[in-house]
């Protein structure tokens, strides 16, 4: 977490979201895709959440 704020504070992520936050968002949507969550599907399921995931920590990262 130090190092996300680090990184805010430096103006390499944005900080519209609090280091602490942004973290656990991460940490969540990381666990979605594991056989913590679903485990009735493809392979092709897995790759598709795979790639929203990815979508989705890019967008909280995105400058405005």
Same mark, same amino acid.
């Given at each position: 977490? &130090? #190092?996300?704020? $680090? !990184?805010?504070?430096?103006?390499?992520?944005? &900080? #519209?979201?609090? $280091? !602490?936050?942004?973290?656990?968002?991460?940490?969540?949507?990381?666990?979605?895709?594991?056989?913590?969550?679903?485990?009735l599907?493809?392979?092709?399921?897995?790759?598709?959440?795979r790639?929203?995931?990815?979508?989705?920590?890019?967008?909280?990262?995105?400058?405005?």
């Amino acid at each position: 977490m &130090d #190092r996300i704020a $680090a !990184a805010q504070r430096d103006g390499k992520i944005p &900080d #519209r979201v609090p $280091a !602490a936050e942004l973290l656990a968002l991460v940490i969540h949507l990381s666990l979605s895709n594991t056989t913590l969550g679903l485990t009735l599907d493809t392979p092709a399921d897995h790759t598709r959440r795979r790639e929203t995931i990815t979508e989705a920590v890019g967008a909280l990262l995105a400058r405005p």
